[in-house]
């Protein structure tokens, strides 16, 4: 994993570029800088994943397998400190991919 700080004003701005197959890079560099309340925003790729969207109707996440190489156009959330969650990398509120 390489990092940056690209922006250095009030609000710190990184870039963060992992290594493929790197899953927990993100969580680890959220906590070795202390963020405990931060946005996301992402693009990518991944190889075999579960995707999923949360059905409001049914009160529960529907979940899609994906077994094939795809890029992901954008994701976009939050990282979170407190409790069990320390921190939970990234609730993704909002996420694009294509096969």
């Known amino acids: ?13 990184y870039v963060v570029v992992c290594e493929p197959g790197d899953v927990a890079a993100l969580a680890q560099f959220a906590r070795a800088e202390r963020l405990e309340a931060s946005q996301v925003t992402a693009v990518g790729g991944f190889e075999h994943a579960t995707v999923g969207w949360f059905d409001r109707a049914a009160r529960q996440f529907r979940h899609i397998p994906v077994d094939e190489p795809s890029e992901v156009l954008s994701l976009i959330g939050d990282v979170a400190e407190g409790g069990w969650l320390s921190p939970n990398v990234c609730n993704a509120d909002n996420a694009h991919y294509v096969k």
Do not use: H, L, Q, Y
């Open 1 to 13: 994993m390489k990092a940056k700080i690209v922006e250095d004003a009030d609000v710190v701005t």
